[in-house]
Nanobody, 115 residues
Framework: QVKVVESGGGSVQAGGSLRLSCAAS????????MGWYRQAPGKQRALVAA???????NYADSVKGRFTISRDNAKNTVYLQMNSLKPEDTDVYYC?????????WGQGTQVTVSS
């Protein structure tokens, strides 16, 4: 089993920054993809950013140029640096770890951006 723990959410004014962190622990042998998703009440979970073990990245169009994903493979940790935050970025953010064929989720961390 793999445990996924997020941290770093909170409240910030528009234009501000937050950094999310996610650490995976437990039965880890080869993580393929580490990523961040967001979900609003009543809506489907949507990709924010993801990074493969080889360093390839994928971002949602809405966050390109503002958010940066990075990972520390030695620490099994992934980060999401969020700059120039907008009120529409408000959501619960979830960390996702893919270790084929399994996918693991964190408990989510709230990000609230006020105008």
């Amino acid at each position: 089993q793999v445990k996924v723990v997020e941290s770093g959410g909170g409240s910030v004014q528009a234009g501000g920054s937050l950094r999310l962190s996610c650490a995976a622990s437990g039965n880890i042998f080869s993580i393929n993809v580490m990523g961040w998703y967001r979900q609003a009440p009543g809506k489907q979970r949507a990709l924010v950013a993801a990074m493969t073990s080889g360093g390839s990245t994928n971002y949602a169009d809405s966050v390109k140029g503002r958010f940066t994903i990075s990972r520390d493979n030695a620490k099994n940790t992934v980060y999401l640096q969020m700059n120039s935050l907008k009120p529409e970025d408000t959501d619960v953010y979830y960390c996702n770890i893919v270790q084929d064929p399994w996918s693991y989720w964190g408990q989510g961390t709230q990000v609230t951006v006020s105008s």
